[in-house]
Structure formats: structure tokens, C-alpha cells
């Protein structure tokens, strides 16, 4: 981790066996057109807002009302770059596959290492970002070209397709339309394991906020795909100081009722502020990681 391989995926899988989860059909995704589902206000919220936690409802208002310009705090954008290495580490290893097709894990390991600074761009980085990207990086390349040997071992003729899927079993930045549950259009999920397992990065701490994000994110593809998502998993990716190491707790999240209902409420309300277009007052606390929080805290 935080690159799963398809062993990964056997192992949540028995996990999720012996983890229940029920859920009443009219909080599926694709009962979108009924309550408690339906959308109640014509306006769409993004989904990342539901990442946040704002008691009053204000990130709506200052988004969507006042459209004032967010400016993300540093949390916010090492957690954005983040992202990027984990997409670009895992096309690129689905590229070596494609176009190199190495003989082997070592053969593998060095071409990724080798193309990492034609994958992401370093210029203007900081010493502490760039440690980032090499250890990210490094872990990819030991993940896939580990998996990559073990899979050739099994069977010498897989189509490159069959041995692409089983190397890299996951999609990252899976688009996915959010406009029937009330969102945006644009939602992009972190990464999807096929058939419905979404996985979902964070370095921020762990929050029931993200809980609820992800929920909006599996009733989106429910409503899409008409696939019923009861679990999701959630990546917490801590680093040290210099970015030279990190370590990766796993989150396996139920989608269960409680948490689907959690997120009508939230959406409802982000949805009503925005659509009110009043101020709704700052909440008791702000979220530290906030994209408004310079403004909410200069008001105060």
C-alpha cells in the first residue's frame, strides 16, 4: 500500500465477507428519483465540499452564493499532489506494460524508476514534495514489478490486457456523473478497483467527514451504474516530516444506512444555504483544512 495489488483486493474482499452490511433499497443510488434520495434544490453541490466539516453550512454560501475564491492551505495542496504521483505512478506502470513489455519484475523496476521525472513535473518543487515523489514513486515500482513477476510466473500467456489487470487492478481518477444525487457533474473518484470497490486517498487526519464524502461518492456511481457499493475504502497516508518515508492505514467503510442518511442531511443543507443565498453565520469551529478559512477567520 498505499498501491494495491490484486492480492489487496482477495484480502478486503474476505474482510467484507465477514463485515455485514444492510441496506434499505430506498437509500440506493438509483432510487435518486424518491425520497429521501431525491434533490430537493435545483442547485448541485460539489463533492468535495462534503469533505469538509462547516456546522452552519457557510462553505456553501461562500462558494456558491458569493463565489468567493478559495485558496487551499498547504494540507490541501500536498494532499492534491499526492494524488497526482499516485495517478501518474499507476498509467505509467500500465504503460510500461503496454509499449515495453519487460521480461521481468527488475527489468520492470528499472524502467519505472527511470521514467518517473517524464511522469511528473519537478521544476519549482520543494526539497520536501520532491522526497515525496521519490518515496511514492519507489514504493509503485516495487509494488507492480513485484506483482508483475508473480503474475508471469502463474501463466507466460496472458493477453497484456489480462496481465495489466492483474498487476494494476484499479483505475484511478474514475469519472463518475454526481448531477442525479444533487452534485456535480465532475466527480472523479480516487481510484476504482471493477466492479465497485472505490478507494479513496487522504494525508489529512481521519475525519467522519470523509465518510460522508465517500458515501455521495458510492450513491453516485449506484445511481449511474446501477451497482450496489455497500463498502468503500478509505487510505490514510501519513508521511513523516522530510516526506522520506510514510505509513498507510486502511479504512474499510460501511455503506450502510446511518452514513447514506448523513449524507442527505449534509447535502440538503449545503444545498438549501446555497440556494437561500444568506449568510448562515460561522460555525462554532472551523475545519483547519477549510479552503475558506482565511476568509471565515478574518470575519471573526
Known amino acids: 500500500m498505499p498501491f494495491y495489488s490484486y492480492d489487496d483486493l482477495l484480502r478486503i474482499s474476505k474482510t467484507i465477507q465477514e463485515m455485514p452490511c444492510d441496506v434499505s433499497d ?7 428519483s424518491d425520497p429521501p434520495l431525491l434533490p430537493v434544490y435545483s442547485v448541485k453541490i460539489n463533492a468535495s465540499d462534503l469533505s469538509f466539516s462547516c456546522g452552519t453550512g457557510r462553505l456553501a454560501f461562500l462558494r456558491h ?10 494540507g490541501l495542496r500536498f494532499g492534491a499532489f499526492v494524488h497526482q504521483v499516485i495517478s501518474a505512478a499507476t498509467a505509467n506502470a500500465k504503460a510500461i ?11 520492470f523496476f528499472e524502467i519505472m524508476s527511470r521514467t518517473m521525472y517524464s511522469c511528473v513535473q519537478v521544476d519549482g518543487l520543494t526539497e520536501d514534495y520532491v522526497n515525496a515523489l521519490n518515496t511514492l514513486w519507489s514504493r509503485a515500482a516495487l509494488t507492480y514489478s513485484s506483482a508483475y513477476d508473480r503474475i508471469l510466473e502463474t501463466s507466460k500467456y496472458l493477453s497484456v490486457d489480462g496481465l495489466v489487470g492483474r498487476v494494476v ?42 465518510e ?15 451497482i450496489p457499493v455497500n463498502y468503500a475504502v478509505i487510505l490514510y497516508i501519513e508521511f513523516n516530516h522530510s516526506k522520506t518515508s510514510f505509513k498507510v492505514y486502511e479504512n474499510i467503510v460501511r455503506i450502510d444506512d446511518e452514513v447514506r442518511l448523513r449524507f442527505v442531511e449534509k447535502r440538503d443543507l449545503y444545498a438549501q444555504i446555497a440556494s437561500a443565498k444568506v449568510d448562515p453565520g460561522l460555525p462554532v469551529e472551523c475545519d483547519a483544512y477549510c479552503p475558506f478559512l482565511r476568509v471565515c477567520r478574518s470575519e471573526g
Open 26 to 32: 430506498e437509500l440506493r443510488g438509483w432510487r435518486w
Open 169 to 210: 487492478p484499479w483505475i484511478c481518477e474514475f469519472p463518475v456523473d454526481g448531477r442525479l444525487l444533487g452534485l456535480s457533474r465532475a466527480i472523479r473518484l480516487d481510484a476504482l478497483a471493477p466492479p465497485a470497490l472505490i478507494v479513496e486517498f487522504k494525508t489529512r487526519k481521519p475525519s467522519r467527514e470523509f
Open 212 to 226: 460522508v464524502a465517500l458515501t455521495g461518492y458510492a450513491l453516485c456511481f449506484e445511481s449511474q451504474y446501477k
Open 65 to 74: 452564493s458569493l463565489r468567493v475564491g478559495e485558496k487551499a492551505g498547504e
Open 97 to 107: 506494460m503496454y509499449c515495453s513489455k519487460p521480461s521481468n519484475g527488475v527489468e
